[in-house]
């Protein structure tokens, strides 16, 4: 089992930016490449960013290409998503999500683990 939570959602002006965290506990954290995702209300959960096992690959999905950069430190058990420019079209719960995969995945169905989600609103 792998517990995630997350942290550091909460609400900015557009243009403005958040930093989520995401600590991990359980098994091996560097056995796992890791994900955000993010649902709005009334639609499906979707793919914002993986990162590989080493933090050595990333993947993004096109609206935030540019302005998020997702990272990781093995050490501490924590990936990150460090979101800039924010619009109010990222407003969401954003959750992080852990899969034993051996390369990037943009489903929810390849994700093993979740965490309970953050809320991040982005008003104008």
């Known amino acids: 089992q792998v517990q995630l939570v997350e942290s550091g959602g909460g609400l900015v002006q557009a243009g403005g930016s958040l930093r989520l965290s995401c600590a991990a506990s359980?098994?091996?954290?560097?056995?796992?490449?890791m994900g955000w995702f993010r649902q709005a209300p009334g639609k499906e959960r979707e793919f914002v960013s993986a990162?590989?096992?080493?933090?050595?690959?990333?993947y993004y999905t096109d609206s935030v290409k540019g302005r998020f950069t997702i990272s990781r430190r093995n050490a501490k058990n924590m990936v990150y998503l460090q979101m800039n420019s924010l619009k109010p079209e990222d407003t969401a719960v954003y959750y992080c999500?852990?899969?034993?995969?051996?390369?990037?995945?943009?489903?929810?169905?390849?994700?093993?683990?979740w965490g309970q989600g953050t809320q991040v609103t982005v008003s104008l």
């Open positions: 990162i590989m096992r080493s933090g050595d690959g990333t």
């Open positions: 999500a852990a899969t034993r995969r051996t390369f990037l995945v943009r489903s929810p169905l390849e994700y093993d683990y």
């Open positions: 359980g098994r091996t954290f560097s056995n796992y490449a």
